[in-house]
T-cell receptor, first 114, second 113 residues
Framework: NAGVTQTPKFQVLKTGQSMTLQCAQDMNHEYMSWYRQDPGMGLRLIHYSVGAGITDQGEVPNGYNVSRSTTEDFPLRLLSAAPSQTSVYFC?????????????FGDGTRLSIL | GESVGLHLPTLSVQEGDNSIINCAYSNSASDYFIWYKQESGKGPQFIIDIRSNMDKRQGQRVTVLLNKTVKHLSLQIAATQPGDSAVYFCAEIPGGATNKLIFGTGTLLAVQP
């Protein structure tokens, strides 16, 4: 199993451009989530999904859209990139949406907005 | 969210010593806690977890202690090795039917050979 795979690993955008960050997992996990990590800070939850067709907002959802058409994929879309969205983005998954299960993380996408 | 700016708290230890990394959590209703290790350029990696009905849990070279009275969590690493150098995050799940993690700001563990 590859686990959680994120692409691309690095990306530079200009302000106003749009982009989709890809996340795929091959563990048949129901729960998937997106976090952003800024320097010197912990991870903050952007959006999450408890199963195919179901998404919800996390702590910092503004400027981001998600969809979950399949169990395996959970893409994150930036519709109009802003410099404040420069960050490292992590996708994670766990078997179900219930608590008491550790989430498995991908290795991140490093995004710079100029 | 919480922030300590650009500078993480740092714990510097000698190789072979024991390390203790501390974390204060915010929500008294949290019922599940996790420690993650993050190496440079990588995503967080699960180390150990503990439920709120426990005070202590041991893994291989790691022990997590939970003090619910003062809302404090600690990670003890025995015989610290250079490969343990990383940023360590505690995370809590605030309870209820959810898997939404709330992360602390992290501690940088630097192991001196």
């Amino acid at each position: 199993n590859a686990g959680v795979t994120q692409t691309p690993k690095f990306q530079v955008l200009k302000t106003g451009q749009s982009m989709t960050l890809q996340c795929a997992q091959d563990m048949n996990h129901e729960y998937m989530s997106w976090y952003r990590q800024d320097p010197g800070m912990g991870l903050r939850l952007i959006h999450y999904s408890v199963g195919a067709g179901i998404t919800d907002q996390g702590e910092v959802p503004n400027g981001y859209n998600v969809s979950r058409s399949t169990t395996e994929d959970f893409p994150l879309r930036l519709l109009s990139a802003a410099p404040s969205q420069t960050s490292v983005y992590f996708c994670a998954s766990s078997p179900t949406w219930a608590g008491s299960q550790p989430q498995h993380f991908g290795d991140g996408t490093r995004l710079s907005i100029l | 969210g919480e922030s300590v700016g650009l500078h993480l708290p740092t714990l510097s230890v000698q190789e072979g010593d024991n390390s203790i990394i501390n974390c204060a959590y915010s929500n008294s209703a949290s019922d599940y806690f996790i420690w993650y290790k993050q190496e440079s350029g990588k995503g967080p990696q699960f180390i150990i977890d503990i439920r709120s009905n426990m005070d202590k849990r041991q893994g291989q070279r790691v022990t997590v202690l939970l003090n619910k009275t003062v809302k404090h969590l600690s990670l003890q690493i025995a015989a610290t090795q250079p490969g343990d150098s990383a940023v360590y995050f505690c995370a809590e799940i605030p309870g209820g039917a959810t898997n939404k993690l709330i992360f602390g700001t992290g501690t940088l563990l630097a192991v001196q050979p």
